[in-house]
């Protein structure tokens, strides 16, 4: 499989798990159950901003606090990709 290809399968992989964290109705950047999502959404998947530009339009009073709940979005993605890797192995041994 030529590189190219192995990049669009890991890309595919990484936005299915990244869809998996959204949140409830309608995104919006203040709704708590989009916070996660919306951390990804900005720095890695669309928009690629800077930290400070997140922070400020997820309305954030500390920037600690932004970098906690980043950390926590990007753990949380790690977690949604292993239990896909888990179903998926269970898919192949039924």
Do not use: C
């Not at 920037?63 to 898919?91: C, G, H, I, P």
């Amino acid at each position: 499989m030529p590189a190219v290809d192995r990049g669009l399968a890991v890309r595919d992989v990484l936005t299915e798990a990244f869809e998996r964290l959204r949140g409830n109705g309608y995104r919006k950047d203040s709704a708590a159950d989009w916070r996660l999502y919306n951390i990804l959404h900005y720095r890695y998947f669309k928009n690629h901003l800077k930290n400070d530009h997140i922070a400020a339009r997820l309305e954030y009073t500390s920037t600690r606090q932004y970098f906690r709940d980043r950390s926590k979005a990007l753990e949380t993605l790690f977690n949604v990709l292993l239990e896909m890797e888990a179903a998926t192995a269970s898919d192949d041994n039924e």
